[in-house]
Nanobody, 118 residues
């Protein structure tokens, strides 16, 4: 069973920064497409950023230029560097791992709270 553990959430003032980390168990981390999603109260879960096994990235328009997703395959870890945070970035952030072979395998972390408030 794949385990995903997020860390790095917390309370930050508007304009501040946080870095989220997501550690994934197992030996095929390098094959996963990794993503960060978020869900604010009363809203649907949305994709924030994703990074493919080859390093290609994509971002939600709302975070482009402020957030950066990266991965360290040697450490089985994906990161989300969040700068210039806004109150509307407040949400529970979830890490997601997807691998497609003959079937699709998808795993989620438990989430980490990010609160942007003065």
């Amino acid at each position: 069973q794949v385990q995903i553990v997020e860390s790095g959430g917390g309370l930050v003032q508007p304009g501040g920064s946080l870095r989220l980390s997501c550690a994934v168990s197992g030996s095929i981390f390098h094959l996963y497409v990794m993503g960060w999603y978020r869900q604010a109260p009363g809203k649907q879960r949305e994709l924030v950023a994703a990074i493919a096994s080859g390093g290609q990235t994509n971002y939600a328009d709302s975070v482009k230029g402020r957030f950066t997703i990266s991965r360290d395959n040697a450490m089985n870890t994906v990161y989300l560097q969040m700068n210039s945070l806004k109150p509307q970035d407040t949400a529970v952030y979830y890490c997601n791992a997807v691998w497609t072979d003959v079937r699709r395998y998808e795993y989620w972390g438990q989430g980490t709270q990010v609160t942007v408030s003065s």
